[in-house]
């Protein structure tokens, strides 16, 4: 069966889904995922890609879109970053190179329904859809990612090499991240359709074998580090800490370049008093990780006035454009960095647009919202070119 977002119950996550092998959602959770390697032969049947090479490489001229040219020449990596010229690619040599195109299900509508079936994973996790190209015997390397990632094999064939060695001591030096001492444990020869998932610091190496596009699924795992700085740099604007330094009883210092004890004491006393309470850390990570990466842009949808776009609601429902993100916590959603609190009345129907990422016309058409304020909302987005009218 096929695993749809907003399903989850106990009986859909106790059954067998072709995507996992077999296993179902609650199975994987418990034993694979960020715990060990699952190779699944036949996860999508009859997969065979969504895009051509050529239309790979087209993304990768584009400005919006984020890609990398990975190639070695007498044992030298090499990575060149996007957008390409069109002439970039007919110079390139017959063998020992990969193209690597992120971010591909914000262009590509059969990109974004293929994330759809990774449902059971939060949206808060989902990085992106990555696509590669490489002619036989192509590849980036034996590396880790600090990701989750779920690879599944397009067109052609690819070998996957994995070890989960502990000596992850990279190649100095190189332009990417190379292990320099990997050595295969398992390894398999996966057919357009086969997926393999790693969690985190597995090492793993893939060869093409004839001409190759790999579909990585990836989910990212932030470390503690970047949170704690994302966090402080957010936090600064909402701080409000009264009162200034003062030294009234300042007394004359023997060494007039020393900064004495009592101005630490005191400093050390004014940050001691920064608080933060779990609104701020959920409006944090609504955010952060609702967040457009800076490299995107929306396009503006047709100029409708609202009237206009109520009437095309009630016939046709609203979507989330790919490239928008929505998260929520309680009534509390965010859509790309923006906050808004929503009353309990309309709880149902935004849960519902988060999941499932569209609300049909049933929505619109029996009055249950007639709210100007929520109207205006969603047109206001629209053109911002957020939503799109289906
Ligand atoms: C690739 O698709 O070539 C690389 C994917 C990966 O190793 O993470
Ligand atoms: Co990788």
Redesign the pocket.
């Known amino acids: 069966m096929r695993y749809d977002a907003g399903m989850k119950n106990d009986s859909l996550a106790n059954a067998p889904i072709a995507l996992l092998g077999g296993l179902s959602v609650e199975q994987f959770l418990n034993e694979y995922w960020q715990k060990k390697p699952l190779l699944v032969r036949q996860a999508i049947p009859g997969f065979k890609g969504l895009l051509s090479p050529d239309e790979l490489a087209g993304l990768a001229c584009e400005d919006d879109v984020q890609s990398r040219l990975v190639s070695i020449k007498k044992n030298r990596w090499q990575v060149e970053s996007g957008p390409f010229d069109e002439a970039r690619f007919n110079r390139l040599p017959e063998q020992d190179w ?1 193209l ?1 195109v992120q971010g591909v299900n914000h262009h590509l509508p059969e990109a974004a329904e293929l994330l759809q079936q990774f449902a059971f994973i939060p949206y808060a996790r989902l990085d992106d859809l ?1 696509v ?1 190209f ?1 002619p036989d015997a192509g ?2 390397g034996p ?1 880790f ?1 600090s990701y989750d ?1 779920f ?1 599944l094999q397009g067109e052609g064939q690819r070998r996957w090499r994995i070890s989960e060695q502990d000596d992850l001591s990279l190649v100095p030096d190189a332009p990417l991240r190379i292990l320099q001492n990997f050595v295969t444990e398992q390894e398999w020869v996966l057919e357009p359709g086969d997926m393999l998932y790693l969690p985190p610091h597995v090492a ?1 190496w ?1 060869i093409a074998v004839g001409n190759a596009m ?1 579909y ?1 699924i990836g989910f990212r795992a932030p470390s503690a580090q970047e949170l704690a700085s994302e966090f402080l740099n957010f936090l600064q604007d909402r701080l409000k800490l009264t009162g200034m330094y003062a030294d009234p009883g300042l007394q004359q210092q023997v060494h007039p370049a020393e900064i004495g004890k009592e101005m630490l004491e005191q400093v050390a006393g004014m940050l001691n008093r920064i608080r933060w309470q779990s609104e701020d850390v959920t409006a944090f990570l609504g955010h952060y990780l609702s967040e457009p990466k800076p490299h995107i842009v929306f396009d503006a949808a047709d100029d409708l006035d609202e009237t206009e776009f109520q009437e095309l609601l009630t016939e046709q429902g609203l979507a989330l454009d790919a490239k928008t993100q929505m998260l929520f916590h309680g009534h509390t959603f965010f859509i790309n960095g923006e906050q808004f609190d929503v009353p309990a009345a309309q709880l149902a129907f935004w849960t519902q647009f988060a999941n499932q990422r569209q609300v049909g016309p049933e929505w619109f058409d029996d009055g249950q919202l007639q709210d100007e304020a929520l109207l205006q909302r969603l047109h206001d987005w629209y053109q911002a070119g957020y939503v799109w009218i289906d």
């Open positions: 990969t690597l990555m590669s490489a590849g980036v590396h990612d990632v690879l793993h893939g790999t990585s």
